[in-house]
């Protein structure tokens, strides 16, 4: 698509060339000359703009059931939402957490590989707090989670990851289930550090408080659903046929 002049740069280009500053020539051989666009190789491009987009879709409506999940299970209003889906390599992602955190690697059988649900540990604790009757407060400080407080989160984990079977039911029959959970996103290595993954990062607000959920999926998991992560197939197999009755 061809670039759009504003008024001030259509006039100070009239202007230009009105008092010979720059030549009609020399435009056109500028015009003409082929166009370089920078390209890493470090980081390839796995994943079209519209697999993205039907990511997110799949995960907006993940989102919506991971929402109505948590309000019923901790009393309380929360309200999550899809923040963003990008790509980028695994390193970068692992580079990009906090220690401690809470890091749940999970599997989404028949898919093959791993995929990695991160817990900002001040939400972590949050919700454990809630769990045991606590005020819904985030701590001023994070800290890790005592064997107790893991078992009691991994309840919650444990919900949470049932709601994929739903959201991706469009594009494949998948069951969740949990790994491992590691607090030392150093630990947790499910594929090579120079891995294309995509990062799916969800916002958890609850009541004027707000922390954050990271689910990482690499591209070895979702080779076998990418020609069906297309907006025309996923909103193909929405349409459910009209039966007699």
């Known amino acids: 698509m061809p670039e759009v002049l504003s008024q ?14 720059m030549d009609v020539e020399t435009a056109k051989k500028e015009e003409s000359a082929r166009k370089v666009k920078q390209y890493d190789f470090r980081r390839p491009d796995k ?17 919506r059931l991971l929402s109505t999940s948590l309000t019923t299970y901790l009393r309380v209003l929360v309200d999550v939402k899809l923040v963003s889906v990008q790509q980028m ?24 590989g ?4 991160e817990i900002n540990p001040a939400l972590a604790l949050m919700i454990v707090q809630r769990l045991l009757g606590g005020k819904v407060q985030f701590p001023e400080k994070a800290r ?18 049932t709601h994929f079977h739903e959201a991706w039911g469009n594009v494949a029959d998948v069951d969740a289930s949990l790994e491992q959970i590691e607090l030392n996103p150093q630990f947790v290595q499910i594929v090579a550090p120079s891995q294309m993954v995509i990062l799916v990062t969800l916002s958890v607000k609850v009541g004027d408080q707000e922390g954050f959920i990271n689910i990482c999926l690499p ?12 907006a025309h197939y996923w909103l193909g197999s929405t349409r459910q046929a009209v039966s007699p009755e």
């Open 8 to 21: 001030e740069e259509i006039d100070a280009l009239l202007a230009a060339l009105s008092t010979g500053q």
């Open 47 to 63: 994943f079209s703009k519209d697999q993205i987009r039907t990511l997110e879709m799949l995960h907006e409506n993940f989102s």
């Open 89 to 112: 390599t695994y390193d970068e992602f692992i580079r990009s957490l906090p220690n401690p955190t809470v890091m749940c690697t999970f599997t989404l059988a028949p898919l093959p």
């Open 114 to 117: 791993e995929g990695v649900l």
């Open 144 to 161: 890790e989670l005592t064997d107790i407080e893991l078992i009691i989160l991994k309840r919650v984990i444990l919900r949470s990851l």
């Open 219 to 230: 591209d070895t998991l979702l080779e076998p659903v990418l020609p069906k992560l297309s």
